[in-house]
Structures are given as structure tokens and as C-alpha cells.
């Protein structure tokens, strides 16, 4: 069992920086690849971010490439997700979640491929 923690969330202007990041609990955090979704309002959850367990392979939405980077720290069981140039339309409720299997890459933006889901942290960018 896995529970996972959002923070890090706020209001920002566009063209703002913010961190988010995900505390887990628990001695098996290493083992697992790590992701961040976001929902806006009437929309479906959308992948944002992925991280192998062994911090060696990384995956992106195209919306968010070349603006935010995830990383983790093994011995703290965090993950991060650091977001530059934010925009209006990266306003969302974003969270984590882990996944005990990697299944390929194109099983990495699928939620159903995640078995530990985190509350969430609203983030909003102001035009």
C-alpha cells in the first residue's frame, strides 16, 4: 500500500514557476514509476509526466515538453514536478500517482495503468 500527498499548488500569473510535489509513505517508494495527471473542469484526466523507478527514463505530454521536468528523490520517497512558462490552460487539478509495472511506453499516459492515486493540488494560472 501506497498513499501519496500532493503540495505545492496556488495561484500563479502566466509565465510563472511552480514546483509540485508528492510525498509517499511507505519503504517501497523506490520500486515504483511515478506519474502526474491534471483535470480541468468538464474535461478528462490528462497525462502530464512519468518517471522510472531508477530515475533513468522519463516521459512527457507534448503540451507540457520543454516546460516542466519531473524528478524524484529516492530517499526522501518524493517525486517533483517543476512547471515553467505556465499558461491559462495548464490550469488543472494536478496528481500523482504510482504504477508497480511498467507495460511499455504506451501504457504510460493510461491511468488505469496506475495503482496509487494522490487527492490532487489545484493549480491556476491567470492570464
Known amino acids: 500500500q501506497v498513499q501519496l500527498v500532493e503540495s505545492g499548488g496556488g495561484l500563479v500569473q502566466a509565465g510563472g514557476s511552480l514546483r509540485l510535489s508528492c510525498a509517499a509513505s511507505?519503504?517501497?517508494?523506490?520500486?515504483?514509476?511515478m506519474g502526474w495527471f491534471r483535470q480541468a473542469p468538464g474535461k478528462a484526466r490528462e497525462f502530464v509526466a512519468r518517471i522510472s523507478s531508477s530515475d533513468v527514463r522519463t516521459y512527457y505530454a507534448d503540451s507540457v515538453k520543454g516546460r516542466f521536468t519531473i524528478s524524484r528523490d529516492n530517499a526522501k520517497n518524493t517525486v517533483y514536478l517543476q512547471m515553467n512558462s505556465l499558461k491559462p490552460e495548464d490550469t488543472a487539478v494536478y496528481s500523482c500517482a504510482a504504477s508497480r509495472v511498467y507495460a511499455g511506453s504506451s501504457s504510460v499516459a493510461r491511468p488505469s495503468f496506475y495503482d496509487y492515486w494522490g487527492q490532487g493540488t489545484q493549480v491556476t494560472v491567470s492570464s
Open positions: 511507505g519503504r517501497t517508494f523506490s520500486s515504483y514509476d
